[in-house]
C-alpha cells in the first residue's frame, strides 16, 4: 500500500446478542458534557448493545428503572448515553444488563465504573 493512499474502514456488525460495554462516569469533566451536548449534571453511563436495535429498548429500561435523562440514543449503532446523579445511573445501567440477560438472553458484561 502506498503510503500516503487513504485508508477504508469497514464496519460490520457481528451476529449475536450482546452488551459490549455498560460503564459510569461518575464525576466527568466539563469538556465531556459539553462534547456530547448535554446537560453538565451528574454522572454519564455509557452502553454499547447489538443487534443495535436494541438501544431503544435499553433506554425505556433505564428510564423507567431510575431518575435519569437519556442523552443519546443511537438506533443505527446500538449506543445509549444516560445521565444522572451517580446511583440513578449505576441502578439504571444494572437494570439493563440484567433485563437483557435474564428476559431477552443477551450476552452482557458487568457494569464498570470510574
Known sequence: MEEN???????????????????VIASPISEVYESLG????GAIGILTISPVETAIIAA???GKSA???VGF????????????DVQSVEV??????T????????????????
Not at 75 to 82: A, C, D, N, W
Not at 99 to 113: F, I, T
Open 67 to 69: 431518575g435519569i435523562s
Open 92 to 97: 439504571a445501567l444494572n437494570a439493563v444488563v
Open 38 to 41: 448535554v446537560e453538565a449534571e
Open 73 to 84: 440514543l443511537d438506533r443505527f449503532t446500538g449506543s445509549v448515553l444516560i445521565n444522572g
Open 99 to 114: 433485563v437483557l440477560k435474564e428476559k431477552l438472553n443477551y450476552d452482557v458484561v458487568a457494569v464498570s465504573k470510574t
Open 5 to 23: 493512499a487513504p485508508r477504508r474502514v469497514i464496519e460490520e456488525s457481528v451476529p449475536g446478542k450482546q452488551v459490549t460495554l455498560a460503564h
Open 60 to 62: 425505556d429500561i433505564a
